[in-house]
C-alpha cells in the first residue's frame, strides 16, 4: 500500500487547508485512517482518524472543533480540512492505515501499517 499526502503549504493563522491522501491498491475501504503530526523537536502525535466506513471518528482535544476527517472510498482517499488554523498546528502531516479489522478505531503509533511521506503544514501568526 502506497500513501500519498498532499495539500499542505503556507497559511496565514485563522487560515485553512484542506490535506489529502492517495491511497493505492484496491483494500483502502477495509483501512481504518489516520492524521498524525509531527513538529520540529516533538513526538509524532494523532490529529484524527476515521473508521472504515466514515461512519466513526476521533479527534484528539487540540483540533476538535476545528479539523474534519473524512474519506471517499470510492476514489481511495481520505481527507483532514482544518480551519482556524494557529501557529502551533505547524507540523509535517502524515496519513497512515492500519490494516487490522478491529473493533474500534487506534491511536497509537504502533497500530498504523502504512504511512506516507508527509506534507508539511506552517501556519503563520
Known amino acids: 500500500v502506497q500513501l500519498v499526502e498532499s495539500g499542505g503549504g503556507l497559511v496565514q493563522a485563522g487560515g485553512s487547508l484542506r490535506l489529502s491522501c492517495a491511497a493505492s491498491?484496491?483494500?483502502?475501504?477495509?483501512?481504518?485512517m489516520g492524521w498524525f503530526r509531527q513538529a520540529p523537536g516533538k513526538e509524532r502525535e494523532i490529529v484524527a482518524a476515521?473508521?472504515?466506513?466514515?461512519?466513526?471518528?476521533y479527534y484528539a482535544d487540540s483540533v476538535k472543533g476545528r479539523f474534519t476527517i473524512s474519506r471517499d472510498n470510492a476514489k481511495n482517499t481520505v481527507y483532514l480540512q482544518m480551519n482556524s488554523l494557529k501557529p502551533e498546528d505547524t507540523a509535517v502531516y502524515y496519513c497512515?492505515?492500519?490494516?487490522?479489522?478491529?473493533?474500534?478505531?487506534?491511536?497509537?503509533?504502533?497500530?498504523?501499517?502504512?504511512w506516507g511521506q508527509g506534507t508539511q503544514v506552517a501556519v503563520s501568526s
Open positions: 476515521i473508521s472504515r466506513s466514515g461512519s466513526s471518528t
Open positions: 497512515a492505515a492500519d490494516a487490522t479489522l478491529r473493533s474500534k478505531i487506534q491511536i497509537r503509533i504502533p497500530f498504523y501499517d502504512y
Open positions: 491498491g484496491r483494500t483502502f475501504s477495509t483501512y481504518t
